[in-house]
């Protein structure tokens, strides 16, 4: 893959790494860092990572030289990090030294301050709150479908069983072939129950993909992104699960062909936006915000905050399993200490906005279940 193809110019901003004086720590101790004034971030991921499609993606439209190293063909001299998730990226930590981060969500908020032009955050916050509360859907609930329908249906499980391992580092023949993608396909339909699917929460995932991609198709027919004429974080987070959605599993990508033209379109366009001149007043007015973004907004929060207040309840209470009711069905997954995380982290930005921001938001949120999250005496919790 060719990085340098969407870089105009180096708009990096607060970078401590391009300095001269770390340039030589560098050499030191890490790869050859050769014009250090143009070298591309370096990530590892796979095209059928739906963090690793988010994350280039948003380096595409912000014009951020990146050098996409495809998993498991990452020189040995690289950092290694604590939990392995894809995507990596190998960024300077305060040292300079290179380490090894990941979680897409608050990566992107770190280019935003390192990297300046082309935000994918709103400038208003309360937009920008909004934007968040999308981007956590798309990361934590859509991806419920994404894995659910991939390893749920023979049809699906057969194609990734062989696509899969083929995106790893070496050539296999059709016996590799066939036992790398048998224990692939074990692995992740063992993992099923981790994300809540299972038969009896089946229907109600895809009843809920269903009911997302109908109301985006219907956004699409007016709106060029979620929040107005540029994408923000959630386009990139509802993006980067729709690659899988809409582009490679059989089932649900039959599902978008019958019923969401537009939406397929724009998975296909939201890939490599190098070439949108994004403008300020490309966003929305946070005062008006269309009926068919709230419906969105409606529709995200019939579902996953009830899981967030579960989870949180869960973590609190020491139990391994979340066991609640969703949209009226029973649900039950693995407590997730990460999606506590996510909860603390849309409720330190509601509590950031002004009085007045505050009201904003709230009126967006109110008849959605996201209004639950952020209740008064609820918010400041610590949960
Ligand atoms: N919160 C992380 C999630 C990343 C993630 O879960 N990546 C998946 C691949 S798409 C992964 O590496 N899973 C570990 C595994 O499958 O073993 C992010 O936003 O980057």
């Known amino acids: 893959m060719e990085p340098a193809l969407c870089v105009n110019g180096d708009r990096r901003i ?3 790494i391009y300095l001269p004086e770390y340039i030589g ?50 020189p040995a001299d690289f950092p290694t990090s604590k939990v392995r998730l894809l995507p990596t990226f190998y960024l300077p930590g305060a040292d300079g030294r290179l380490e090894a981060v990941t979680d897409s969500t608050p990566l992107i908020r770190r280019f935003e301050r390192e990297y300046e032009g082309r935000s994918v955050r709103p400038a208003n916050p309360v937009l920008a709150f909004l ?10 609930w859509l991806t419920k479908a994404m894995f ?3 390893w749920a249906y023979r049809k699906d499980i057969d194609l990734a069983a062989g696509v899969l391992p083929s995106w790893g580092p070496r050539p296999l023949d059709d016996e590799a072939l066939a036992t790398v993608g048998k224990a692939i396909a074990e692995r ?33 027919s007016q709106h060029r992104y979620l929040f107005g004429g540029r994408p923000g974080a959630g386009d990139f987070a509802v993006f980067g699960q729709l690659t899988q959605l809409v582009n490679v599993d059989p089932t649900p990508m039959a599902v978008a062909a019958a019923r969401a033209p537009r939406l397929f379109a724009w998975v296909g366009l939201t890939d490599d936006l190098c070439g949108l001149e994004p403008g300020e007043a490309d966003w929305f007015d946070p005062a008006a915000l269309p009926d068919t973004l709230l419906a969105i907004l ?23 399993t979340v066991e609640t009711t969703i949209d009226g069905h029973a649900w039950s997954q693995q407590t997730f200490p990460y999606q506590v995380k996510c909860l603390a982290w849309l409720r330190a930005e509601y509590e950031a906005l002004s009085a007045g921001e505050r009201t904003m938001a709230d009126a967006a949120l109110a008849g959605t279940g996201w209004a639950a999250l952020f209740s008064r005496g609820v918010a400041s919790s610590s949960a």
């Open 148 to 150: 659910h329908y991939r």
């Open 14 to 16: 607060g970078f401590p």
């Open 25 to 74: 720590i560098m050499n030191a101790n890490l790869f050859e860092a050769g014009d250090s004034e143009l070298d591309p971030l370096s990530l590892i991921g796979v095209p059928g990572s739906p963090y690793t499609r988010k994350m280039v993606a948003v380096l595409r439209y912000r014009r951020i030289p990146y050098r996409l190293i495809f998993s498991g063909r990452e």
């Open 298 to 320: 409606k529709e995200s929060g019939r579902v996953y905050p009830p899981l967030l207040l579960a989870n949180a309840a869960a973590a609190t209470a020491g139990e391994a």
């Open 188 to 220: 992740q339909i063992s993992r099923l129950r981790y994300v809540g699917s299972s038969p009896r929460t089946g229907p109600m995932i895809e009843d809920s993909y269903v009911r997302f991609i109908d109301l985006f198709e219907r956004h699409l």
């Open 131 to 140: 934007d968040s509360l999308l981007e956590d859907y798309g990361d934590e």
